[in-house]
């Protein structure tokens, strides 16, 4: 952060050019002498992976829009298209399809990594709440692309999670109406889920912007939660996060291109290869993996609570359990970020990370199932079971936590911590946030 | 996905293929649906490639026997060049069929044989032409059901050999066949296969089971037509990429030897 303003960087075009607009210079400044603590784990890695697949998504995607047609009539054929005539259409479709999974995935090991180590906590706050309105426009981004084959769990997934709105109170009808374009999930809606879902990853790409302003004037977070006391605490950007970033990448894209070549169906619903059929139901319908958590919490409120009906209360909790992680920096009182010098949070941790995997696991089986042969325990149980706790987790647990943990001592300082001994001068700027 | 779920979707799929009323009497009737037998195909693994005799004879029984009612829309003709067929074998099989074209000068449609560039002839114009003529199930299109099923392959093989006569006691609706593969056990297809149901032009026994193996060679071609080429090229892709991790590993290795962290 000490190194230069306006640096003279380059050679005499990119000097006129910088004069004029700083491309340059804010680049060197931003990604070349920026400074980063130096005890980053792999776990920092998605952030860049994360940047990595939303171009990869947006370009294949916009190699596929090229050949798509939004049209119910026509939109599954010409999927089959692009996988048999379009040249390497079926490894555009392929990057795509296998992309929004390891999306996901990456998406998912950076939050649970945010909560781990405490970066939504101060002065991050808006940082994450970016971050989760980055991860709503992907959800919606994902549902409505998954739509577009207009196969059978296409379109039968759009019409349960469209149906979803109509349980709003008075507006629920109009809003229905409005998504489908019409009084079914049909033409009109397919048109407009093409149109919105080109839209939306422009969108996600400007919130990406803003993410990544508002973590430069933070600076990351590291796995001690100890902020850098001075440049002994820290390296440049680059070279070594951006190669220590290029090796992580090349390990996960390495991960992505075995199913992308050798197991490309692995994460996708057999039934979507279908052809939609709007008068028969498949027996058993499922969003793809990644909404399944959200989709058992959905299904766990089967009952009603005092005046909200069954299947209102259903919705609210779904998306209740997105909208509790904007408060989430006002839930966890702890002053301490880490989960390393938190014992109790620690285990509450893994513990709720253990209760997502549930959920998901929940949201996959149908709700009667019993979940071992002969003991009266169902699927729905454990819904129950698992809904509870991620509520509890959040809004009970963590504010409670805050008050009764008694946290480890924190090391003053990242080098103090690294060399396993006292570092002079570091103490001396220590502010209140290490000291709890 | 559990083995449970995977069942489960297998038995949505094959539900569409029957008459919805037939299909929830027969659940209540015929108990549980058998597991398709684990079977080891050319086509599977990585290293898994076409059988392209099989796959070829595969067609001859799709030609003879299976397209009388199902359709293979997504397949063209020119595609069978894949399989190993000269341009005039595809131009003679094309022209077997025909399809309605035009409209001529006059305004008119006509008929004209199939050429290599036109789409598999559907055996109907139409659903509900499909419809009734097979008492009221809709035959589905074979282009994808090797993907369209979970363990697409091995249900297919273990469908077309698994017809049996129904246990006693369990009633099969008219104008229904039993098979313990198929969901809720009665099916709207008759029996296709029988032995010697075709006449192998290489020499090849065409007993149930090798005819049955050789449609899902086949049907695995239709389903993925870019298999090779995918795997082909996914071993070049994954190795480069395995060595570039390993290359950029030991270089932020080499870059980070001296900082401590």
Request: glycine share 8%; charged share 15%.
């Amino acid at each position: 952060m000490s190194a230069g303003n306006q640096t003279p960087v380059g050679n005499g075009l990119v000097k006129w050019i910088d004069s004029r607009l700083p491309v340059f210079s804010y680049l060197q400044k931003e990604y070349a002498e920026f400074q980063s603590p130096k005890n980053f784990n792999w776990f920092w890695n998605f952030g860049a992976i994360l940047t990595f697949m939303l171009v990869l998504m947006m370009i294949t995607g916009i190699f596929l829009a090229m050949q798509y047609q939004p049209n119910t009539e026509l939109a599954f054929d010409s999927v089959e298209r692009i996988m048999r005539d379009v040249n390497f259409g079926w490894l555009l479709r392929y990057m795509h399809a296998n992309g929004g999974t390891f999306f996901f995935i990456a998406v998912y090991i950076h939050m649970f990594r945010g909560m781990y180590y405490g970066s939504y906590k101060n002065p991050r706050e808006l940082l994450w709440i970016l971050g989760v309105i980055i991860l709503v426009l992907m959800m919606a981004t994902a549902f409505m692309g998954y739509v577009l084959p207009w196969g059978q769990m296409s379109f039968w997934g759009a019409t349960v999670i469209t149906n979803l709105f109509s349980a709003i109170p008075l507006v629920g009808d109009s809003i229905v109406t409005l998504l489908w374009g019409g009084f079914s999930v049909d033409n009109a809606t397919l048109n407009r889920f093409f149109a919105l879902h080109y839209l939306l990853p422009f969108l996600i790409f400007g919130v990406v912007i803003l993410h990544v302003i508002s973590l430069h004037v933070s600076g990351s977070n590291n796995p001690l939660g100890v902020d850098p006391k001075g440049p002994q605490d820290t390296v440049s950007f680059h070279p070594y996060y951006t190669m220590k970033d290029s090796a992580g990448l090349a390990i996960f894209v390495t991960i992505f291109a075995f199913f992308v070549f050798f197991a490309p169906n692995f994460f996708g619903e057999p039934e979507n290869y279908l052809a939609a059929q709007p008068l028969t139901t498949p027996a058993h319908i499922v969003p793809e993996w990644y909404f399944l958590p959200f989709f058992a919490i959905l299904r766990s409120i089967n009952f009603d609570i005092w005046f909200i009906e069954a299947k209102l209360g259903g919705v609210i909790a779904m998306f209740g359990a997105i909208l509790v992680l904007f408060v989430l920096p006002w839930l966890d009182k702890s002053p301490v970020r880490s989960a390393k010098f938190r014992p109790v949070y620690k285990w509450f941790f893994w513990i709720f990370l253990l209760d997502c995997l549930l959920l998901g696991w929940v949201g996959g089986r149908a709700p009667d199932d019993l979940v071992f042969e002969g003991l009266a325990l169902k699927v729905i149980h454990l819904g129950y079971l698992s809904t509870f706790w991620y509520f509890f987790h959040f809004i009970i647990l963590l504010p409670l936590l805050g008050v009764f943990e008694r946290p480890k001592p924190v090391p003053k300082s990242i080098s103090e911590s690294v060399l396993g001994g006292g570092n002079a001068g570091a103490s001396a700027t220590a502010k209140p946030m290490e000291k709890a | 996905m559990g083995i449970v779920s995977k069942l489960r979707r297998t038995a949505a799929v094959a539900g569409f293929a029957a008459v919805a009323a037939m299909v929830s009497t027969a659940a209540l009737a015929a108990g549980d649906t058998k597991h398709p037998e684990e079977r080891d195909w050319h086509f599977s693994g990585i290293f898994g490639t076409v059988d392209v005799h099989s796959a070829q004879r595969g067609l001859q029984v799709y030609l003879e026997v299976c397209s009388g009612c199902h359709a293979l829309k997504q397949v063209a003709y020119r595609n069978l060049s894949a399989l190993g067929f000269t341009e005039g074998e595809i131009k003679a099989i094309a022209a077997d069929f025909e399809v309605t074209a035009g409209p001529d000068s006059e305004g008119e449609m006509f008929q004209r044989p199939a050429i290599q560039s036109d789409n598999f002839v559907s055996p109907f114009p139409n659903e509900e032409a499909a419809k009734a003529a097979n008492n009221g199930a809709n035959p589905p299109d074979l282009s994808l059901q090797v993907k369209v099923h979970p363990d697409g392959a091995n249900y297919i093989h273990a469908l077309l050999t698994g017809y049996a006569d129904a246990p006693d006691g369990v009633e099969v609706p008219d104008g229904a066949s039993y098979n313990p593969f198929f969901r809720g056990g009665f099916i709207a297809m008759p029996q296709p296969l029988f032995e010697d149901g075709v006449e192998y032009s290489d020499g090849t026994a065409a007993t149930v089971d090798q005819m049955a193996t050789d449609v899902v060679n086949f049907l695995q071609w239709t389903a993925e037509p870019e298999m090779q080429q995918r795997k082909k090229m996914g071993f070049k892709v994954v190795i480069f990429m395995i060595i570039l991790s390993a290359l950029l590993y030991a270089g932020k290795r080499k870059l980070w030897a001296n900082i401590d962290h």
